[in-house]
Nanobody
Framework: QVQLVESGGGLVQAGGSLRLSCAASEFTPALYAMSWFRQAPGKEREGVSC???????YYADSVRGRFTISRDNAKDMVYLQMNDLKPEDTAVYYCVLTGSQYCSLSRPEHATWGQGTQVTVSP
């Protein structure tokens, strides 16, 4: 069964950094686009970043220049390095597999989601 497990969330002060990790099992993430979404309290889930199967990267305007998505194909891992964090980055962050090679930051109709990891940024 395809599984995504996120880790690396936590509490950090504004301006700090965190690195989120996504461990994939029962499939080869290198063959697919992998995305990070987030959901803040009372808000819709939104696309944060995506890396295509050819390693082209995409970012939401709100995080471009601060976040970096990457993957380690040898370890079946996907990462999200988050720098210069802001209180508005507070959310549950999800690793997402849509099954496509191509990226989209729109919420997918069909996808496999991880359980999420909480990121809290204090002022």
């Amino acid at each position: 069964q395809v599984q995504l497990v996120e880790s690396g969330g936590g509490l950090v002060q504004a301006g700090g950094s965190l690195r989120l990790s996504c461990a994939a099992s029962e499939f080869t993430p290198a063959l697919y686009a992998m995305s990070w979404f987030r959901q803040a309290p009372g808000k819709e889930r939104e696309g944060v970043s995506c890396i295509s199967s050819t390693d082209t990267t995409y970012y939401a305007d709100s995080v471009r220049g601060r976040f970096t998505i990457s993957r380690d194909n040898a370890k079946d891992m996907v990462y999200l390095q988050m720098n210069d964090l802001k209180p508005e980055d507070t959310a549950v962050y999800y690793c997402v597999l849509t099954g496509s090679q191509y990226c989209s930051l729109s919420r997918p109709e069909h996808a496999t989601w991880g359980q999420g990891t909480q990121v809290t940024v204090s002022p």
